[in-house]
């Protein structure tokens, strides 16, 4: 089984700066350079078939590149208990739609749709850990923001788990040309 997601790589300037918040909140698993990324669609753990279907269903995208921008931080938990760390992204719509055209292509291949809303958002770190540990963090990094930049091509990502955590290799580049 493949394990699999589509995203957005940031341009090296942008993860220079993400990278330089890391620390700060105790227990927390920061983001190395190669796992900063925006998700826009998660498909999961496939076989070589459905990898392939995947795969040829993303050349048929087409959407313009997109101008984005980061903005603010915030945090993701279950049952009060933070489980990750994430850097905010505007503007949303032009992400959500590209979201929405991969997920209709992904569904044509086979893939169930994705059913969970789509907050675009860059992980910073991963923890499991009361929400007040993290309150200093998101307090002093509220104002976190970084110049518009453009994006113009999206990926097939592979993710493999390992003692490190994860890491993410590109199997396909996808050019934005709408």
């Not at 394990?3 to 957005?8: A, T």
């Not at 220079?16 to 753990?45: C, E, M, N, S």
């Not at 990898?51 to 984005?68: C, F, G, R, T």
């Not at 893939?111 to 499991?128: K, V």
Request: charged fraction near 25%.
């Amino acid at each position: 089984m493949i394990r699999l997601f589509v995203g957005l790589r940031l341009p090296a300037a942008i993860r220079a700066q993400l990278l330089a918040l890391g620390g700060g909140i105790p227990g927390a698993r920061w983001q190395d350079d190669g796992q900063l990324h925006i998700t826009l669609r998660f498909i999961g753990d496939v076989d070589e078939r459905a990898a392939e279907d995947a795969a040829l269903a993303l050349s048929a995208v087409h959407w313009p590149p997109v101008e984005i921008a980061v903005e603010g931080v915030g945090t993701f938990d279950k049952r009060g208990r933070i489980h990750t760390v994430w850097a905010g992204i505007r503007p949303r719509d032009a992400l959500a739609g590209l979201h929405r055209k991969i997920d209709q292509a992904l569904v044509r291949a086979g893939q169930e749709p994705e059913r969970r809303a789509y907050l675009p958002h860059i992980t910073l770190a991963r923890m499991n850990s009361p929400a007040e540990v993290a309150d200093r963090f998101i307090e002093a990094h509220a104002g976190l923001a970084s110049p518009p930049f453009t994006l113009d091509h999206f990926y097939l990502f592979e993710s493999s788990l390992g003692h490190e955590g994860a890491r993410y290799d590109a199997v396909e580049r996808y050019r934005l040309d709408g």
